[in-house]
């Protein structure tokens, strides 16, 4: 007879503590930097902003890498 190991989802998956401590460390940073942008363009004025291209409504889409406006698509010539 034969016995059939079973392996739970933890195990399946081990990642050492210093690694899990780094994901968790270089999303911190990710975010940080994403408020930080954010809260700059938001002190930005209106017309400043229109300068650049951006709406007030559009800072926390943009600054959070919302598909919407990603360059790397591939359909930069669509909206031209």
Same mark, same amino acid.
């Given at each position: 007879?034969?016995?059939?190991?079973?392996?739970?989802?933890?195990?399946?998956?081990?990642?050492?503590?210093? +690694?899990?401590?780094?994901?968790?460390?270089?999303?911190?940073?990710?975010?940080?930097?994403?408020?930080?942008?954010?809260?700059?363009?938001?002190?930005?004025? &209106?017309?400043?902003?229109?300068?650049?291209?951006?709406?007030?409504?559009?800072?926390?889409?943009?600054? +959070?890498?919302?598909?919407?406006?990603?360059?790397?698509? +591939?359909?930069? &010539?669509?909206?031209?």
């Amino acid at each position: 007879m034969s016995t059939a190991s079973v392996r739970s989802p933890a195990s399946s998956r081990k990642q050492p503590l210093a +690694g899990r401590i780094l994901s968790i460390l270089g999303a911190f940073v990710i975010r940080w930097r994403r408020y930080r942008a954010s809260r700059a363009l938001a002190g930005l004025s &209106d017309y400043m902003l229109k300068d650049m291209g951006v709406s007030s409504g559009e800072i926390d889409p943009l600054v +959070g890498g919302s598909p919407a406006y990603r360059t790397d698509r +591939g359909d930069d &010539d669509a909206d031209a």
